[in-house]
């Protein structure tokens, strides 16, 4: 799938047609969704190969910067994502994918939602606790992929 090329400015911030900015590195950010509470899901990032994919299968497909490679969300968890919507923002330089969720998590971790945790800053402006938003994981990500997410490189600048 060719997608087309960026012409001008009013085409790319007004126009009807999908002119998508990849950075360098070849991918856009994705901000997903939950369809129906609108409650932010995850952000993840898209190479067009992954675009191409989620828009002909209707299955949320990205980009896994960690592994560098492609791949469909739940194909190793079972917590896929059914694709209802993808809007993109007025620059073209980020998708927003809404989604249903096929059993109820989206976090690699084993939470609903990868935001799970929230910086108290109302309290304190030098505590960085995180206060936890959910408490209880929806699957166990070690069945779900064979090893412990926590055991993984510590991505650092």
Known sequence: MDFPIRSSLFDIEE???LQALFDAQGLIPVITQDNASLEVLMLGWMSR????K??????AHYWSRARQ????KGERSGQAQIVNRILIDDDQ???????TLTKGASCHVGYHSCFFRELNIADSKTDFSLTYL??????DPELAY???PHQQTIKTP
């Open 134 to 139: 959910e408490t209880e994981k929806i699957y």
């Open 69 to 72: 490679q492609l791949w469909k």
């Open 146 to 148: 064979g090893f412990n």
């Open 15 to 17: 126009g009807k047609q």
């Open 49 to 52: 190969e992954a675009l191409e």
């Open 54 to 59: 989620t828009i002909v299968s209707g299955m």
């Open 93 to 99: 330089d980020c998708l927003l994918l809404r989604v």
